[in-house]
Structures are given as C-alpha cells and as structure tokens.
C-alpha cells in the first residue's frame, strides 16, 4: 500500500514539475495575470470586439461608438495589429441582401475606424450575412445579436 501512494505522490509531482507559467507555453497570457496585449483576448476583454446595429440599418449607433473609439485607440498602441472586421445580419431576408448588408456594416465599422486615425491597410472587412448567428433562436432578442460587426485580430 505504501508503495501505491509512494508512486502515486512521485507521479503528480513528476506532472507538477512539467507544468509551465510562461506565456509563450500556456497560451495568451498565461502565468502572466491576464491576456497577451495586441491579442484578440486582449480586444474582447479589455475593449470589446463588436458593436450592434438596428434592423436592416448599417449606421454605428450613438451607444455604439465608445465600443469603436476604444478599438481605435487600442490599435493606436499596438500600432503592428490588422484586424478584420466582419460583418453579420440576423435570419431575416435573403442570403443576398444580408450578405451585402453585413457588407456595409463591415464597411461602417472600417470606415468608423479609418476616420479615427487607423491606416486602412491595417483594416480588410468581410461579410457572413446571416451565416454565422451568434444566436439560433427566431426572436428579436436574438435577431438583435446576430446585428453585428465583429472586430478579429488577423
């Protein structure tokens, strides 16, 4: 018996002893108290990575734009980060026009960005339409999240 918990104690610290805390090892951030800066992690986290629009309108909202002029400045201080930016609609219309609308939200939300001091070459947008929900339900709560732009560290 005591050999079964000699070999069983000499295991976890053989496990323990091959663990790491370096950020480079476990991941964004890890060991390191929070998210790698310049990550995606960092932009969900610390600044948030998507802004909403209303039904079938590709305008950023008022209440939407200290999410995008945060993004601005973040990628002000890491000046070597691109992002793409898509652009999403919720179930309701064509595969068609919600491709081109989440085009022109893709767009906004670029534009948004090139006019608060981002080069354009650090921004590419893309549309999903209707094709990546965020939430499958057929309700306006859920329709209202699929209305989205959505900022990807590239």
């Not at 370096?22 to 600044?47: H, I, K, M």
């Not at 999403?88 to 085009?103: F, I, K, P, S, V």
Request: hydrophobic share 35%; net charge positive.
């Amino acid at each position: 018996m005591k050999l079964k918990v000699l070999s069983l104690f000499a295991a976890l610290v053989l496990v323990a002893g091959c663990e790491s805390t370096s950020p480079t090892a476990g991941g964004a951030g890890a060991g390191a108290g929070g998210p790698r800066p310049g990550s995606q992690e960092d932009l969900v986290v610390n600044v948030g990575d998507r802004i909403f629009f209303d039904y079938d309108r590709s305008v950023v909202r008022p209440d939407q734009r200290p999410t995008l002029e945060r993004q601005a400045a973040w990628l002000k201080q890491h000046t070597g980060v691109a992002l793409m930016v898509e652009g999403h609609a919720d179930e309701r219309g064509t595969r068609e026009y919600n491709l081109a609308l989440g085009q022109r939200r893709a767009n906004a939300v670029r534009n948004f960005l090139v006019a608060n001091g981002i080069a354009p070459a650090r921004l590419q947008t893309i549309s999903y339409g209707k094709d990546r929900p965020a939430c499958t339900e057929s309700n306006e709560g859920c329709w209202s999240q699929n209305r989205r732009g959505v900022s990807v560290v590239r």
